[in-house]
């Protein structure tokens, strides 16, 4: 989101709200790939926004994606220690919430299930690499910027995992042999077949 003439870039109540208009819904998808209930996604890109909100005087000028991912991937982190503490003290509640909540439609799709579970055999900076680059839509040097290393190390990281990602994805691995796409998220996106 590039703040344009319009926008009184001293006053930071307007340039918070182009920042939050321009990148909530951006956001908003970047943590509901990496959380299980809508909800909570919810509860952690508020976070995201006051931190933002606080620190409004360290964001970068132009695009405030990478910046935003940045904050949303240190909150997710802390928010997933906290998840797993609360797990720990309650445990069976988690197991009775587990049985009675009813799953996101769309999480039965047969092909996100299969890209899923693909994934999550990948090492977890891979993981978040290609999903960085396939699903949020930043270019692989942004994507260095939001997790944190070399552009040049990414661009390299980010080859080996699409090589894995499609070694794992081939027909005789323990994903089931569904073709398709899941909506808005096409396969060459996260296998880089089309770059």
Do not use: K
């Not at 978040?128 to 396939?134: A, D, F, I, R, S």
């Amino acid at each position: 989101m590039t703040l344009g003439p319009a926008t009184d870039e001293h006053d930071p109540e307007q340039q918070f709200r182009a920042l939050y208009d321009g990148n909530f819904a951006a956001v908003l998808g970047y943590l509901l790939r990496r959380v299980d209930q809508p909800a909570d996604a919810a509860d952690v890109v508020s976070e995201v926004f006051l931190v933002a909100w606080r620190r409004l005087d360290e964001a970068p000028p132009g695009d405030g994606r990478p910046w935003l991912f940045g904050i949303a991937r240190h909150t997710l982190a802390n928010y997933h220690r906290g998840q797993r503490r609360r797990q720990r003290l309650g445990g069976l509640l988690r197991d009775t919430l587990a049985r009675d909540v009813t799953p996101d439609p769309a999480v039965g799709v047969a092909e996100w299930d299969r890209i899923r579970r693909v994934l999550l055999r990948l090492r977890p900076d891979d993981r978040e690499l290609l999903m960085l680059v396939g699903w949020d839509g930043l270019s692989p040097t942004e994507a260095a910027a939001v997790v944190g290393i070399a552009p040049g190390t990414a661009r390299m990281r980010l080859a080996r995992a699409r090589r894995r990602f499609r070694d794992l994805l081939e027909p005789g691995c323990d994903a089931p042999s569904t073709s398709g796409h899941v909506q808005a998220v096409p396969f060459e996106h996260v296998t880089g077949e089309s770059r």
